[in-house]
Nanobody
Framework: QVQLVESGGGLVQPGGSLRLSCVAS????????MAWSRQAPGKQRELIAT???????TYAPSVKGRFTISRENAKSTLYLQMTSLKPEDTAAYYC?????????WGQGTQVTVSS
């Protein structure tokens, strides 16, 4: 069974930075693709970044050039480095582990960008 626990969210001013972490339990983290998604109030959940087990990354246009997804397999941890944050980045951020048969989600961490 896989459990994902996100952390690192909070309140930050526009232009600021935050780093989110997602720690995975279980034994399949290193062989799984991972992703970050976010959901703002009243909006659909948006996939913003993915990383394969081999380290290949993709980004949504809305975050490309500002956010960086990375992973540390030895610690079963996924990261999202967020820079140049904007008010429109305000959302609950979720990590996801993609596996054959099902995907696993964390409980989310709130990011609020406001002055």
């Amino acid at each position: 069974q896989v459990q994902l626990v996100e952390s690192g969210g909070g309140l930050v001013q526009p232009g600021g930075s935050l780093r989110l972490s997602c720690v995975a339990s279980g034994s399949i983290f290193s062989i799984s693709s991972m992703a970050w998604s976010r959901q703002a109030p009243g909006k659909q959940r948006e996939l913003i970044a993915t990383i394969t087990s081999g380290g290949t990354t993709t980004y949504a246009p809305s975050v490309k050039g500002r956010f960086t997804i990375s992973r540390e397999n030895a610690k079963s941890t996924l990261y999202l480095q967020m820079t140049s944050l904007k008010p429109e980045d305000t959302a609950a951020y979720y990590c996801k582990l993609l596996s054959i048969g099902r995907d696993y989600w964390g409980q989310g961490t709130q990011v609020t960008v406001s002055s």
